[in-house]
């Protein structure tokens, strides 16, 4: 078994997830993880699939075809299985605020400067019901080394938040 990551980005409309369920179907493929949204108005897909290294082959040369066809943007690319994750422990980190910019990049360098990853990142701004105010929110599961001391990692994290002005989680995931 091989696996690929395949992105693909296009105008939002009914289908397109079928579509590309579809040609993994027909080539015999599994979709192993996958994170599909709108995002204005495009819909992006993110997905891993596996399978054989063949039918690997005729997926890129399908979507390049799907792509060609529907406006589509996509990026085909062959990977591996993930390493270096043994040991560490899953966290969820939530953050709250007010939307500014900065707010992503802020939070990254907090966890990138003490060598924690983040597997996962979500982000959505919403109008506050009666104010109209934006409000940003974000959730994301970081990957905890083992040599990184919990409550130590927590209190620098709310420090670094209550001087933002960032309304904030930490929990085991």
Do not use: W
């Not at 707010?103 to 109209?132: K, M, W």
């Amino acid at each position: 078994m091989t696996r690929a990551v395949v992105t693909t980005i296009g105008r939002d409309r009914p289908g397109l997830v079928n579509d590309l369920a579809k040609l993994a179907h027909d080539l015999k493929l599994s979709i192993e993880d996958s994170r599909m949204t709108v995002l204005g108005g495009e819909f992006a897909v993110l997905m891993s699939v596996s399978g054989g290294g063949l039918a690997l082959s005729r997926l890129e040369e399908k979507l390049a075809q799907l792509a060609e066809a529907n406006g589509l943007a996509y990026l085909f690319r062959r990977t591996s299985d993930r390493e270096g994750v043994e040991g560490c422990l899953p966290y969820t980190v939530s953050v709250t605020a007010m939307d500014h910019p900065g707010i992503v990049y802020a939070v990254a360098s907090f966890f990138s400067s003490r060598s924690i990853n983040i597997h996962n990142l979500d982000t959505v701004t919403e109008r506050a019901p009666h104010t109209g105010t934006p409000l940003f929110s974000m959730v994301m599961e970081i990957e905890v080394p083992p040599t990184v001391r919990i409550a130590e990692l927590r209190d620098a994290f709310f420090y670094f938040c209550d001087d933002r002005d960032l309304d904030a989680e930490f929990r085991p995931a």
